[in-house]
């Protein structure tokens, strides 16, 4: 029987401390870090995601504004506030919620927000640095699965780390912080060839490609650490993730749930991105 990675629990710790430091930079600097929020049309998921934010940023004494602009919004509009919070001193954090509606070009959007600001590590610049072992902001998906393998004392050099899905938001950025860590990286997606071949070779096994319990045991390694991104509806309606958890867990050795697993580390890792972006502004005052 596998071992249960409770992202709650960890999430709740790296919290703890976050409330601390958020309290010292008030208190030292009179600082209060703050986050803007984005939202463009009304995509009820994302509507979740917003005010989930909202609620984690209160309940760790941070400024959280919040825009939600109609879908019809220009790009040009978009792009004329992300301007104008970039020269907010108020807000050291800027969260352009994706994806955004089809008339918009969302490269333009993401290289129009400050590097300093990118609290997601979406910027060019941000994911440039990640690659060359010298990152700034680190996408919080990525970051928070880094956290809750530490936590558990899951040792990533010299492992094989495969990751299944290749998105900038996920995938890509979860290979490089991998591949810092010293892991010997594998990267397949949905054209991958004779995929279980090569899932089955992993230590750590990271799936991020939203198909609902798509990982079988047939197509994991005997003891393998599973980290399951995916957040699903099954047929009758209830969240699943990627990969099917009733069916690997007597194989695997450690797996995060969905829910509670990878999700509340996300979050948390945008408050910690957030805070660790004021504490630069104050350095550098
Ligand atoms: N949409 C889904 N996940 C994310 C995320 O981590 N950040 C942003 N900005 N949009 C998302």
Not at 16 to 44: H, M, N
Not at 97 to 111: C, F, G, S, T, Y
Not at 125 to 144: D, H, M, R, V, W
Request: hydrophobic share 40%; glycine share 8%; charged share 25%.
């Amino acid at each position: 029987m596998s071992k249960i990675m409770d992202g709650k629990k960890v999430s709740q710790d790296i919290k703890e401390w976050i409330i601390r430091r958020t309290q010292e930079l008030k208190d030292r600097a009179g600082v209060v870090p703050g986050l803007a929020s984005i939202l463009v049309g009304d995509d009820p998921a994302s509507e979740i995601y917003v005010r989930n934010k909202r609620r984690a940023c209160g309940r760790c004494g941070m400024l959280s504004e919040e825009y939600n602009l109609p879908e019809e919004t220009s790009e040009q509009e978009l792009l004329s506030l992300i301007e104008r919070l970039n020269s907010d001193e108020k807000i050291h954090g800027i969260l352009v919620q994706l994806p955004l509606p089809v008339h918009m070009n969302p490269a333009k959007v993401i290289r129009t927000v400050s590097p300093d600001k990118d609290v997601d590590g979406f910027h060019p610049e941000n994911i440039g640095k990640l690659f060359q072992e010298n990152p700034s902001a680190i996408s919080c998906t990525p970051y928070g699965i880094e956290k809750i393998l530490d936590y558990h004392g899951i040792e990533i050099l010299g492992k094989h780390v495969v990751v299944v899905g290749k998105s900038n938001i996920v995938g890509k950025p979860a290979a490089a912080l991998m591949l810092n860590r010293d892991a010997t990286v594998t990267i397949a997606h949905i054209e991958t060839r004779n995929l279980s071949s090569i899932t089955t070779m992993a230590d750590i096994l990271i799936v991020a490609i939203g198909d609902p319990q798509f990982i079988k045991k047939e197509m994991i390694k005997d003891g393998a650490v599973l980290i399951d991104v995916g957040i699903n509806r099954n047929e009758s309606g209830k969240i699943v993730g990627d990969i099917d958890f009733e069916d690997v867990k007597e194989k695997a050795s450690y797996i995060t749930p969905v829910p509670g697993g990878v999700g509340p580390m996300t979050i948390t890792m945008l408050l910690w991105n957030t805070l660790e972006a004021a504490e630069i502004f104050v350095l550098g005052e």
